[in-house]
């Protein structure tokens, strides 16, 4: 098995964009690289989290919960794990780069629990994925925070700007606030490492932020 990273937090944190600019950049080191980003929307395996995240199974992220709608990330995970990417990550000259894992089933969901039930969640989450379904487990994990505040500032600007439609944890302020302090609860409690992406009310320059995960990831590479 070869290096496997991955890159989680809140919608509009930016996860993306830094998952694409590591990947260039480890690219650009020589490394061969396989880009991940869950969930597989388009793909039969996503279906499930589709239907979550689309409002079918309720309107609110709430009506379903949080060990119901972990299983469907979960199925999704296995599924494009066992017909695609297994070869990339038993390669150990490839380094794999995941917007979005487990991780974040640690953040939406856990989310919905009481807080005297966290830590429950989070041994059953990690047992089930990794010990149950045998997911590989990542590396190095790295967890970007954005203040919900900011967070909802640009999830407006980018519906406004693409027309795109927002997914029932994207449209609820109150299920974005309490995945704040969950994903900051995982993070501390599961070692994460966090890279803060806002200052003064601002998100920080991606440049900023991309060297920040430069210097984590750097001391893995083979």
Not at 141 to 150: C, G, K, R
Not at 167 to 177: P, T
Request: proline share 5%; hydrophobic share 35%; charged share 30%.
């Amino acid at each position: 098995m070869g290096l496997f990273i991955t890159l989680d937090g809140l919608d509009a944190s930016g996860k993306e964009t830094q998952s694409k600019l590591l990947t260039e950049a480890l690219r650009n080191k020589g490394y061969r690289v396989r880009e991940l980003s869950f969930p597989m929307y388009g793909q039969k395996s996503a279906v499930p989290v589709e239907l979550y995240l689309g409002g079918t199974l309720g309107d609110k992220p709430e009506d379903t919960n949080a060990f119901a709608a972990s299983s469907f990330f979960s199925v999704d995970r296995y599924i494009s794990y066992r017909t695609d990417w297994k070869k990339d990550i038993d390669d150990p000259d490839t380094i794999v780069v995941s917007n979005r894992y487990t991780t974040a089933n640690a953040v939406h969901q856990l989310s919905k629990l009481p807080r005297d039930k966290w830590d429950d969640f989070l041994s059953w989450l990690w047992d089930f994925e990794f010990d149950r379904l045998g997911l590989p487990r990542p590396d190095v994990i790295l967890y970007l925070e954005m203040h919900p505040d900011i967070a909802r500032r640009l999830l407006a600007h980018r519906t406004d700007e693409t027309g795109r439609k927002q997914d029932i944890h994207e449209k609820s302020v109150s299920h974005l606030e309490n995945s704040y302090r969950a994903a900051l609860y995982a993070s501390d409690t599961l070692g994460w490492n966090r890279i803060c992406c806002h200052r003064e009310g601002e998100p920080r320059p991606l440049s900023d932020i991309h060297r920040d995960i430069m210097a984590v990831v750097a001391p893995h590479l083979p």
